[in-house]
């Protein structure tokens, strides 16, 4: 069974710099995606960048990034000029190439301090 | 698109009560489901729908049940309410139950049980 980890119950970063959240998984499969996906206090969960397996580039989208790691099961999170409207609840999620089914890790909850 | 509705937002209910909470979306999408959100554990699947007349068990689907009569529809049926079942309740959907798919999720129904 896929299970995926987030380390990290709370994190915290100063306006305009740079955090990092992490998240590993453990799968045997070779086709899968990887979600990080944001939950502010409306408790919307608001997908924020999703991942190909097969696809080596990390992908990005505007000040979010990931460093996905295939062989290392790594997928964490890169938050550039952080804003106060990042402070929120994040999870990383797994979804398997066979089945729908979204698996999510523990989430880290990430303050902004002005 | 009003995109995946929730209602009730609230409900206290009383150990032994039953009661069901409503999901709904207009995305015309074929997979449905249903997750609870506990501190600390991260989201977990209860059950789910690759298409109308279609359900399935999730990580955790004990004291719930589910029908899909219609596309739109999926609604999340507790029998007999039980404290273990506080929990906010997340309902979610995607065009189909393909990994390569981006789920929606709705804001959420926060349940107590007394």
């Known amino acids: 069974a896929q299970t995926v980890t987030q380390s990290q119950p709370e994190m915290s970063v100063q306006e305009a710099e740079t955090v990092t959240l992490s998240c590993t998984y453990d799968?045997?499969?070779?086709?899968?995606?990887l979600f990080w996906y944001k939950q502010p206090p409306s408790r919307q969960m608001i997908l924020v960048i999703r991942?190909?397996?097969?696809?080596?580039q990390n992908a990005t989208e505007n000040r979010f990034s990931v460093n996905f790691q295939k062989a290392a099961k790594s997928f964490s999170l890169k938050i550039s000029d952080s804003q106060l409207g990042d402070a929120a609840m994040y999870f990383c999620?797994?979804?398997?190439?066979?089945?729908?089914?979204?698996?999510f890790g523990q989430g880290t909850e990430l303050s902004v301090k002005p | 698109n009003a995109g995946v509705t929730q209602t009730p937002k609230f409900q206290v209910l009383k150990t032994g009560q039953s009661m069901t909470l409503q999901c709904a979306q207009d995305?015309?999408?074929?997979?449905m489901s249903w997750y609870r959100q506990d501190p600390g554990m991260g989201l977990r699947l209860i059950h789910y729908?690759?298409?109308?007349?279609?359900?399935d068990q999730g990580e955790v689907p004990n004291g719930y049940n589910v029908s899909r009569s219609t596309t739109e529809d999926f609604p999340l049926r507790l029998l007999s309410a039980a404290p273990s079942q506080t929990s906010v309740y997340f309902c979610?959907?995607?065009?189909?139950?393909?990994?390569?798919?981006?789920?929606?999720f709705g804001p959420g129904t926060r349940l107590t049980v007394l």
């Open positions: 979610a959907s995607s065009l189909s139950g393909l990994f390569t798919d981006t789920q929606y």
């Open positions: 799968t045997s499969e070779s086709d899968y995606y």
């Open positions: 991942q190909e397996a097969y696809k080596q």
């Open positions: 999620a797994y979804r398997s190439a066979s089945g729908g089914k979204l698996i």
């Open positions: 995305m015309n999408h074929e997979y």
């Open positions: 729908s690759v298409g109308a007349g279609i359900t």
